[in-house]
């Protein structure tokens, strides 16, 4: 009898589904400076080395790849059951255009600043810092990215100029030609979280947040034509271009960030005809 009934206690188990593990894929490359989608099933809880990562409640979530970052990156995706399923992504690397300048006078290596000066520059680091350091829900990070303006690409990502011997900071986004009040238009939705009219690096400054810790950061404009706190959907304008700031010309800067790690605009967009230069 004993043996019946275990039996048949087999025989409905082996009828029963065997529980699967959480989906888990990416969209984008793996690269250095690179943001980078990915998949999961909904429900279930997503590490990126260890690091805990934001879960849409489709299954969505976003990371990014340092600029510098080498070696491989491991995804690890939980359901409530406790089933896992991981992928190791290697990082491809990239070659970034380094330009060593010696023979400079001292003072065009690190330019003198008074108090004031440095004082000024210090609040403007804290606000942007506050806002892309905002970490929401929401989810327009999965959007197909378009160009903010139409123009000739000037400065890209990751460029570097050493002088006299020391590094200075990688550019950090995308510069794109443009002439003063040509339209600026939202490369995905989002939230504004900053404006600023004159920063002192990096004059009209407005941040989008794009959900997740994904954020961009548009400078050098001459004017805004939305608030802190609007929402913006894809391709509305949000701003002007212009040279204010700490710029030789007119032209739009815009930068990425997934928190404190930079991002390359350009690895998220269409291509076109004219080089990056």
Not at 73 to 82: N, Y
Not at 88 to 94: C, K, N
Not at 101 to 115: A, N, Y
Request: proline share 6%; hydrophobic share 40%; charged share 20%.
């Amino acid at each position: 009898m004993i043996r019946q009934g275990l039996a048949l206690v087999l025989g409905l188990a082996a009828l029963l589904p065997a529980w699967a593990a959480p989906t888990l894929s990416v969209r984008d490359t793996v690269t250095q400076g690179a943001m980078v989608r990915g998949q999961t099933t909904a429900g279930a809880t997503v590490t990126m080395n260890g690091q805990t990562l934001p879960v849409s409640a489709e299954g969505a979530f976003v990371f990014a790849v340092a600029r510098a970052y080498e070696g491989q990156v491991t995804l690890r995706a939980t359901d409530a059951k406790g089933q896992a399923a991981e992928l190791t992504l290697p990082v491809a690397e990239r070659s970034f255009n380094v330009q060593r300048i010696d023979g400079l006078p001292q003072d065009k290596v690190t330019p003198p600043r008074s108090q004031e000066v440095q004082d000024r520059i210090w609040r403007d680091v804290v606000q942007i810092r506050e806002a892309r350091g905002q970490e929401s829900a929401r989810t327009e990070f999965t959007q197909a990215f378009i160009w903010p303006v139409d123009g000739i690409v000037t400065g890209v990502f990751g460029s570097q100029r050493i002088l006299n011997g020391t590094p200075k900071s990688p550019h950090s986004g995308l510069d794109i030609a443009g002439a003063t009040g040509t339209l600026v238009r939202a490369p995905a939705g989002g939230v504004v979280t900053l404006w600023h009219p004159d920063m002192y690096f990096t004059g009209g400054t407005l941040i989008v947040d794009h959900g997740h810790g994904i954020t961009s950061t548009f400078i050098h404009l001459s004017d805004t034509l939305v608030a802190e706190g609007d929402v913006v959907e894809q391709g509305d304008p949000i701003a002007k271009v212009g040279a204010t700031g700490r710029a030789t010309g007119p032209h739009l800067h815009w930068s990425m960030n997934w928190g404190k790690v930079r991002i390359d605009p350009q690895l998220l967009l269409p291509r076109r005809d004219e080089p990056a230069s």
